[in-house]
């Protein structure tokens, strides 16, 4: 397997997902909508998954630093 799946305890987020290969990060928020995120370093999804507030990391080092796409 290629990814990592976590299911997280935030009111922003409801889950993220890792793919190795491609470097792309892929978070579900709790309002429906799925954003992916572009060549994150592995660094980053081992800051979230180590983070007490995910959607505050994911707003500080995520969200503006790296192109996304939306995909729902």
Same mark, same amino acid.
């Given at each position: 397997?290629?990814? =990592? $799946?976590?299911? @997280? !305890?935030? #009111?922003?987020? *409801? *889950?993220?997902?890792?793919?190795? /290969? #491609? =470097?792309? $990060?892929?978070?579900?928020? %709790?309002?429906? @909508? /799925?954003?992916?995120?572009? *060549? ?7 800051? $979230?998954? *180590?983070? +007490?507030? /995910?959607?505050?990391?994911? %707003? /500080?080092? @995520? @969200?503006?630093?790296?192109?996304? !796409?939306?995909? +729902?």
């Amino acid at each position: 397997m290629n990814y =990592e $799946l976590i299911y @997280v !305890d935030s #009111s922003a987020i *409801n *889950n993220a997902r890792y793919d190795h /290969k #491609s =470097e792309r $990060l892929i978070v579900g928020f %709790t309002s429906g @909508v /799925k954003y992916q995120y572009k *060549n994150v370093p592995l660094f980053y999804w081992r800051g $979230l998954q *180590n983070s +007490s507030s /995910k959607g505050k990391f994911i %707003t /500080k080092y @995520v @969200v503006k630093k790296f192109s996304f !796409d939306k995909l +729902s």
